[in-house]
């Protein structure tokens, strides 16, 4: 039986998707003593974790390798191996379109791989982000077309995944899980198996349920981003400064929680989930206010910055069309290499527009595509020589004072610099 395969550590773990959120998570489970199985379509990515070589920053090299050469864990194309596996994990990108409606494509054809092998037994868990209802009614009526019966013969579950790169303090092992199954026999498997991997698990009565959840997360960060966005500009036009302000305000030990401005929002997770819930709203008559709300806010932030770059430097004389600028950060958030939906490259491709020469630096992305055209992270020397450098990803190796002292004109878009005096600071939101 699955219960007694997984509490002996006994089940066959697949993961599908070996990204951002399906690598750590196979390794997690082959740490914790289960055979796994990481399936991708890309052979690049498969070749890399069978020889122990991790290319997510939050899978560790050393504990892959481990897992490697112990033989817990292997990676392969090969998706009728499913076959082998007493549970599914499927990790597969959920994007939106350019009209930003879901794309669950991915799902879907993961979910006709499944069907191709499933038998009597199996548990598959879907963690990839998505609507309300996908699990129920995109995922289910897959599966169902084998005649096996959900609950019975096998099992079907959402438990969203979490993980947040970068995070030290919170990886898959100390943040809670939540799960809702198709069944109450399904919602039972998929609790099992994240307790005796040691995860604080929360199971609700659906897989809707669990999927909502996640969406509740995402969106009220987005929510939330957009409501300190809006403020800066206010504080900015009466001369307060939001950063002194959101210190002042986080002194309280109750009912309130920080929120940063910054350029925009970005990553696969924050600027593309809300919009998954706003589309499934349309089809229930409902328009979810908050959402188009904070997305048009959030989306004019990099035209807000760029109006602000461009009038700091025609106030120091530089006729902006002719100026030089140097953009530090192009990953979507501090210390990650993740350049999904980053509000630095529409910064950058917004002041290609509008300046005569636009460099970038990051230390963790060597080179970027803008416009059909390469760019490559230039070194940090290059802030002596133009006219502006803008903060837009905080990346925390950075020098700040260092930077200040060498600039001639700083825009920090992330308060990065607010321990800093130096009169060539232009705050975002001050
Ligand atoms: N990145 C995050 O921080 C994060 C956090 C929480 C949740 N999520 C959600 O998790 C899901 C995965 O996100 P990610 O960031 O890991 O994506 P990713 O792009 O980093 O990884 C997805 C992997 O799936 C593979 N893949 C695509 N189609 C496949 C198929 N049919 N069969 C096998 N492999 C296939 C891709 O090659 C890729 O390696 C998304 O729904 C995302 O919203 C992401």
């Not at 990481?38 to 890399?48: A, M, N, P, Q, T």
């Not at 879907?108 to 699990?135: A, H, Y």
């Not at 995922?139 to 970068?166: H, M, T």
């Not at 979810?288 to 025609?314: C, G, K, W």
Request: glycine share 6%.
């Amino acid at each position: 039986m699955l219960d007694q395969k997984i509490k002996t550590n006994q089940a066959k773990v697949g993961v599908i998707g070996l990204g951002y959120v399906g690598l750590p998570l196979v390794l997690h489970f082959a740490k914790k003593g289960f055979k796994s199985i990481g399936f991708d379509i890309k052979e690049s990515r498969v070749l890399l974790v069978n020889q122990g070589k991790s290319y997510i920053r939050d899978a560790d090299e050393q504990e892959l390798y481990k897992v490697i050469k112990a033989k817990k864990l292997t990676a392969t194309q090969n998706l009728t191996r499913l076959a082998e596996c007493d549970i599914i994990q499927i990790c597969v990108p959920t994007p939106v379109n350019p009209n930003k409606e879901p794309d669950v494509s991915y799902i879907v054809d993961t979910s006709n791989s499944i069907l191709k092998t499933l038998r009597k037994g199996q548990l598959i868990i879907l963690k990839s982000t998505t609507f309300p209802e996908t699990t129920q009614k995109i995922v289910l009526p897959i599966l169902a077309k084998s005649g096996l019966k959900v609950g019975k013969d096998f099992y079907l579950a959402f438990s969203p995944e979490r993980i947040d790169p970068g995070n030290k303090k919170f990886t898959i092992g100390n943040t809670p899980t939540v799960v809702g199954g198709i069944t109450s026999k399904c919602t039972e498997l998929a609790f099992l198996l994240y307790k005796t991997v040691g995860c604080k698990v929360i199971s609700v009565s659906s897989a809707s349920a669990a999927e909502m959840a996640k969406l509740l997360e995402n969106t009220f960060r987005n929510v939330n981003i957009a409501l300190v966005n809006e403020l800066a500009q206010l504080c900015e036009r009466m001369g307060i400064n939001i950063w002194e302000v959101i210190v002042a305000a986080s002194s309280k030990p109750f009912g309130y929680m920080p929120f940063y401005p910054g350029p925009g929002v970005g990553g696969h997770c924050i600027p593309i989930d809300p919009y998954y819930l706003s589309w499934k709203a349309r089809e229930y008559d409902f328009h979810t206010s908050f959402i188009e709300l904070s997305a048009r806010i959030n989306d004019n932030m990099p035209y807000y910055v760029v109006d602000q770059v461009i009038e700091a430097i025609s106030r120091y004389g530089v006729c902006p069309s002719k100026s030089t600028v140097l953009v530090l950060g192009v990953a979507f958030k501090k210390d990650v290499e993740d350049l999904r939906d980053s509000p630095s490259l529409k910064l950058l491709g917004l002041l290609l527009r509008k300046v005569g020469k636009i460099y970038y630096n990051d230390p963790y992305v060597r080179s970027i595509e803008l416009n059909n055209r390469k760019y490559k992270s230039v070194p940090l020397t290059k802030i002596r020589e133009v006219d502006c450098v803008v903060i837009a990803t905080d990346h925390s190796v950075y020098d700040y004072k260092k930077i200040v002292r060498q600039s001639k004109l700083v825009i920090d878009t992330r308060g990065a610099t607010t321990h800093i005096q130096g009169g060539n600071i232009v705050l975002l939101g001050s």
